[in-house]
């Protein structure tokens, strides 16, 4: 089996790759599988599917169905699980994706070390509106309404000179500051304070193709809905 991952080679080329899923030998075995909850006679060993380093088990019991096996091939990536399969998703591509509808039950992966198995940790979502996405080991509840806004905040400062790794530590450039008012500080250091939503689009929020009048036009929107209490 094979996934496609949409990316960008180191000259910022679009490219398209087609990852391979790990294939394991399947056994008799009568279990419920500790990823989807469904019952099975035939599974994957879990020792089978893992390193010698692994050290999760806590987390899982001997057996997974093969399905759900798959998802031991895709520590290195960003996926959706829903109805309809997997789904690899680059960092440009998050934003769409959480700011859509989705179909439940669905888990939301964003891996930052691409480093670790994830997939069990995350939590399985049945309402579409609010949900939890795991950024890496962190489950994070939000809506598609909080994600567009928070990502409109964010992109749109990056857009003007702002960078995200200032952000991560409640600070804008005075010089963007002048554009934008220091209500965006305000705004900043009260989402930084009172949840964690924000530390999605300041993981994989993007530069946007857009002038410097929209992103101010943009911000100024957010910033005046958020002084008039209308917090989404």
Known sequence: MELIYETRDGKGNDIV?????????????????????????RGVEVK??????????????????????????????NYIVDPDGIRLLNVRQLRDELCR??????????TTSQ???????????????????NLETEPICTTRERMTELFGF?????????SKKGMESGEIPFAVLQKVGF??????????????????????????????????????????RWSEGKRL
């Open 154 to 162: 964010v992109e749109n400062l990056v857009t003007i000179g702002a």
């Open 183 to 224: 209500r965006a500080l305000e705004y900043l250091n009260y989402e930084l304070k009172t949840s964690r939503e924000i530390q999605i689009p300041l993981y994989c929020g993007q530069k946007l193709e857009k002038s410097e009048e929209d992103c101010l036009w943009n911000l100024d929107l957010i910033l005046k």
């Open 115 to 133: 480093k670790k198995h994830l997939f069990y940790r995350a939590i399985v979502n049945s309402n579409p509106d609010r949900f939890y996405v």
């Open 48 to 77: 089978k599917a893992v390193s010698s380093n692994f050290t999760d088990y806590a987390y899982l019991d001997k057996y997974v169905c093969d399905q759900c096996s798959q998802l031991f091939s895709l520590y290195f990536y």
């Open 101 to 110: 509808p989705q179909k439940p039950p669905f888990r939301f992966v964003i």
């Open 17 to 41: 790759k087609e990852v391979k899923v790990k294939e394991f030998p399947l056994v008799d075995a009568v279990f419920e599988c500790p990823i989807c909850h469904k019952s099975y006679t």
